[in-house]
């Protein structure tokens, strides 16, 4: 076509079409909304009061925005290596059995100012390893990568139900759970820690994790931009085969960014069962895993991107699970059925509105030159 | 009679019950990747035409034309993952997990909407169900012995899709080895350019690929609430649509392989439902849940190549760009 620019400007690649891509996803949304009968400006409403109406709202909506801060990370890691990482769910389950075996295994001797630290070492480390297998699967023998963290999800689920049943169980108690950790071998929750600050706080699942996963976000960006390993991760994901003759070994980056990817989807774990249940449990990820994969696309993979999107994430599962009261028709699926349109038009149909936003800009941006 | 003889009837005749809709999705998978489209998203569209059925069913509708509706909106879904990644060459991955997303998001919203059970269907009538073929039948030869049990468990009580899936297997090897179709649909995802070359539209194989699949992938959630279950639940298919991608897998993207991949993953899914806290003398309770990951085991196994070699079509997962 002519006067159809194939460069555009940064600000309509960076900022101009994520915004649509994302109007469009709410838009399906709000068809749907729509075609069951429903307002969906009220129900936008509805779920903007529900999600930031109070401090307790915040708070919920905080604990939520946590868990897919960390499975957005951990996504978004895997891309920039340019794999796919699917397993965060899988990863996530085992990050947070690492965490829960540290705290039963040490809460009776251990203080918790060691015990938490090890507790945490202890999930990072088991969400690593339930990612390092794919990964070096990949590197050294070619399995695709999406096949096997599909895999490696339901062999965590199974392995999961398995210890629970067998070996993690209170005997004679009928829920599938372990005990109760010691009191003090767990993660402050934010009211305890506002209430030391003397500030009252409403009781929620938000607890010291979210801190961690927004260390975590710094702590990204500063390794993907700012160090080698970050420039090398990159490379790898841009052009494996420059990135060979520049001296990386894409194989080994491989297997480092899936690691990295794993113990970030760990933090999951942290959050639920050392802030929040307190003991070992089944499904405590509960689909963050997959929303993971949103909220990096509609983040463009980019730490700041992904704490907004994660946000957003996190205000629809609060918002939604109030907007139940007022809208009965209503129920808490309607955020994954907008977490898949997410993914649809952020992801698979990125680039869907391209060639009309840059036939527009060439007519706009032609104008005034001619 | 004897108790064993009942016993493995019954457990071959659910390794049949259960293998079906993996079988219908693993040939959808086998479809769509031999023409080089990644499809992550049997288990939404399973799961999107499994709904579909209910609610047809639940409204009355008889069992073909319930059917026919699961197959529509499960193509109607494969359409848009076609039109995402072929047209728009969108990242195939992506588009199958949006697709999968979708799906178990919308069934329960929409049928919490329609029915008010949340997120379930009513139970769907006998009337508008595929039920055992010779009921009669099977009675009467039930008591023969060794192969009354048998040939009534495993052959008698199917229903017309089990059998339709039987014949559906070799069908699928046929179209795929001994025809022009097939042929091209293999090639397209090999070598597209070289197909593009020959003045054979690559768009439209992978489009007609991708469609069957939706096709195959609707018969199978058609499947699991017309004939194996009596009405719908929010995430019913629970991982099938992945244990079928991973019978693909194994069967190395061929037709009967995969077949027989989905056989061997049903067959331990029916053990494993068998020995539930079955104890057996001297090795204690039996790990049912290592049974359960068995098929996942085994495909990750495969896939690194300790035995055999699972090589998937070369131009898998890539849009085809004409111009270079």
Request: hydrophobic share 60%; aromatic share 10%; proline share 5%.
């Given at each position: 076509?002519?006067?159809?620019?194939?460069?555009l400007?940064?600000?309509?690649?960076?900022?101009?079409?994520?915004?649509?891509?994302?109007?469009?996803?709410?838009?399906?949304?709000?068809?749907v909304?729509?075609?069951i009968?429903?307002?969906?400006?009220t129900?936008?409403?509805?779920?903007?009061?529900?999600?930031?109406?109070?401090?307790l709202?915040?708070?919920?909506?905080?604990?939520?925005?946590?868990n897919?801060?960390?499975?957005?990370?951990?996504?978004?890691?895997?891309?920039?290596?340019?794999?796919?990482?699917?397993?965060?769910?899988?990863?996530?389950?085992?990050?947070?059995?690492?965490?829960?075996?540290?705290?039963?295994?040490?809460?009776a001797?251990?203080?918790?100012?060691?015990?938490?630290?090890?507790a945490?070492?202890?999930g990072?480390?088991?969400g690593?390893?339930?990612a390092?297998?794919?990964?070096?699967?990949?590197?050294r023998?070619?399995?695709?990568?999406?096949i096997t963290?599909?895999?490696?999800?339901?062999?965590?689920s199974?392995?999961?139900?398995?210890l629970?049943?067998?070996?993690?169980k209170?005997?004679?108690?009928?829920?599938?759970e372990?005990r109760?950790?010691?009191?003090?071998?767990?993660?402050?929750?934010?009211?305890?820690?506002?209430?030391?600050?003397?500030i009252?706080?409403?009781?929620?699942?938000?607890?010291?994790?979210?801190?961690?996963?927004?260390?975590?976000?710094v702590?990204?960006?500063?390794?993907?931009?700012?160090?080698?390993?970050?420039?090398?991760?990159?490379?790898?994901?841009?052009a494996?085969?420059?990135?060979?003759y520049?001296?990386?070994?894409?194989?080994?980056l491989?297997?480092?960014?899936?690691c990295?990817?794993?113990a970030?989807?760990?933090?999951?774990?942290?959050?639920?069962?050392?802030?929040?249940?307190?003991?070992?449990?089944?499904?405590?990820?509960?689909?963050?895993?997959?929303?993971g994969?949103?909220?990096?696309?509609?983040g463009?993979?980019?730490?700041?991107?992904?704490?907004?999107?994660?946000?957003?994430?996190?205000?629809?599962?609060?918002?939604?699970?109030?907007?139940v009261?007022e809208?009965?028709?209503?129920?808490?699926?309607?955020?994954?059925?907008?977490?898949?349109?997410?993914?649809?038009?952020?992801?698979?149909?990125?680039?869907?509105?391209?060639?009309?936003v840059?036939?527009?800009?060439g007519?706009?941006a032609?104008?005034?030159?001619? | 009679?004897?108790?064993?003889?009942?016993?493995?009837?019954?457990?071959?005749?659910?390794?049949?019950?259960?293998a079906?809709?993996?079988?219908?999705?693993?040939?959808?998978?086998?479809?769509?990747?031999?023409?080089?489209v990644?499809?992550?998203?049997?288990?939404?569209?399973?799961?999107?035409?499994?709904?579909?059925?209910?609610?047809?069913?639940?409204?009355?509708?008889?069992?073909?034309?319930?059917m026919?509706g699961?197959?529509?909106?499960?193509?109607l879904?494969?359409?848009v993952?076609?039109?995402?990644?072929?047209?728009?060459?969108?990242?195939?991955?992506v588009?199958?997990?949006a697709?999968?997303?979708?799906?178990?998001?919308?069934t329960?919203?929409?049928?919490?909407?329609?029915?008010?059970?949340?997120g379930r269907?009513?139970?769907i009538?006998e009337?508008?169900?595929?039920?055992?073929?010779?009921?009669?039948?099977?009675?009467?030869?039930?008591g023969?012995?060794?192969?009354?049990p048998?040939?009534?468990?495993?052959?008698?009580l199917?229903?017309?899709?089990?059998?339709?899936?039987?014949?559906?297997?070799?069908?699928?090897?046929?179209?795929?080895?001994?025809?022009?179709?097939?042929?091209?649909l293999?090639?397209?995802?090999?070598?597209?350019a070289?197909?593009?070359?020959?003045?054979?539209?690559v768009?439209?194989?992978?489009?007609?690929?991708?469609?069957l699949?939706?096709?195959?992938?609707?018969?199978?959630?058609?499947?699991?609430?017309?004939?194996?279950n009596?009405?719908?639940?929010?995430?019913?298919?629970?991982?099938?649509?992945?244990?079928?991608?991973?019978?693909?897998?194994f069967?190395?993207?061929?037709?009967?392989?995969?077949?027989?991949?989905?056989?061997?993953?049903?067959?331990?899914?029916?053990?494993?439902?068998r020995?539930?806290g079955?104890?057996?003398?001297?090795?204690?309770?039996?790990?049912?849940?290592?049974?359960?990951?068995?098929?996942?085991?085994?495909?990750?196994?495969?896939?690194?190549?300790?035995?055999?070699?699972?090589?998937?079509?070369?131009?898998?997962?890539?849009?085809?760009?004409?111009?270079?």
């Open positions: 076509m002519k006067n159809v620019p194939a460069v400007p940064r600000w309509i690649d960076v900022v101009l079409l994520p915004v649509l891509n994302v109007l469009m996803a709410l838009g399906a949304a709000g068809l909304v729509w075609a009968g429903q307002n969906p400006f129900a936008v409403q509805l779920l903007v009061q529900g999600a930031f109406g109070s401090a709202a915040w708070s919920y909506t905080l604990y939520y925005t946590t897919f801060i960390c499975t957005g990370l951990a996504v978004a890691v895997a891309f920039h290596c340019g794999h796919f990482n699917i397993g965060a769910e899988g990863q996530g389950t085992v990050g947070g059995l690492g965490v829960g075996l540290v705290l039963l295994a040490g809460d001797w251990l203080p918790g100012w060691l015990l938490v630290p090890l945490l070492a202890g990072l480390l088991s690593a390893a339930w390092f297998v794919p990964a070096w699967l990949q590197a023998r070619g399995s695709h990568i999406v963290t599909i895999m490696f999800n339901f062999l965590a199974t392995l999961m139900v398995w629970l049943v067998n070996v993690v209170v005997p004679g108690n009928q829920a599938v372990s109760l950790f010691a009191p003090g071998a767990v993660l402050p929750s934010a009211q305890a820690m506002f209430a030391a600050l003397g009252e706080w409403p009781d929620t699942p938000l607890n010291l994790a979210f801190a961690i996963a927004l260390l975590a976000c702590g990204v960006w500063a390794m993907l931009w700012h160090t080698r390993l970050g420039y090398a991760l990159r490379t790898v994901g841009l494996a085969g420059a990135a060979r520049a001296g990386i070994d894409p194989r080994r491989t297997v480092v960014a899936l990295i990817s794993g970030l989807a760990a933090l999951v774990g942290v959050n639920e069962i050392a802030g929040v249940h307190h003991k070992l449990l089944l499904d405590f990820v509960a689909g963050a895993g997959f929303t994969i949103a909220v990096a696309l509609m463009r993979n980019h730490p700041v991107g992904i704490v907004l999107s994660a946000l957003l994430f996190g205000a629809l599962a609060q918002g939604g699970s109030e907007l009261f809208m009965p028709a209503f129920t808490r699926d309607m955020s994954v059925a907008v977490q898949g349109f997410v993914v649809l038009f952020c992801g698979a149909l990125a680039l869907l509105l391209r060639p009309p840059a036939w527009v800009y007519r706009l032609k104008g005034p030159a001619a | 009679m004897t108790d064993e003889g009942l016993i493995i009837a019954s457990v071959l005749g659910a390794t049949l019950r259960i079906v809709p993996l079988v219908l999705c693993a040939l959808a998978g086998v479809f769509s990747e031999r023409a080089g990644i499809d992550i998203g049997l288990e939404g569209k399973m799961l999107a035409a499994a709904f579909a059925a209910a609610c047809l069913g639940a409204i009355g509708w008889p069992a073909w034309p319930a026919a699961a197959v529509a909106v499960s193509t879904l494969a359409l993952h076609a039109w995402a990644c072929i047209t728009h060459r969108g990242d195939q991955i588009s199958s997990v697709l999968n997303v979708i799906a178990a998001g919308l329960v919203v929409l049928g919490l909407v329609w029915f008010h059970q949340g269907t009513p139970n009538a009337a508008s169900r595929f039920t055992a073929l010779f009921p009669g039948a099977a009675a009467a030869v039930q023969w012995p060794v192969i009354g048998l040939l009534a468990e495993g052959v008698l199917h229903n017309v899709l089990v059998w339709a899936t039987v014949a559906l297997v070799p069908g699928a090897w046929w179209l795929l080895y001994r025809t022009r179709f097939g042929l091209r293999r090639a397209v995802g090999e070598n597209p070289m197909v593009d070359a020959a003045g054979i539209s768009g439209a194989l992978r489009y007609g690929a991708v469609l699949a939706g096709v195959l992938c609707g018969a199978a959630g058609g499947y699991l609430t017309l004939a194996q009596a009405s719908f639940t929010p995430g019913m298919t629970a991982g099938r649509g992945f244990m079928a991608l991973a019978a693909m897998v069967g190395k993207w061929h037709p009967l392989r995969a077949a027989a991949a989905c056989l061997l993953f049903g067959f331990l899914d029916a053990v494993a439902i020995l539930q079955v104890v057996l003398p001297g090795l204690g309770s039996v790990p049912v849940e290592l049974i359960q990951a068995l098929p996942y085991l085994l495909t990750v196994v495969l896939l690194a190549g300790f035995f055999g070699r699972a090589e998937a079509p070369r131009a898998l997962g890539r849009a085809y760009v004409k111009e270079r």
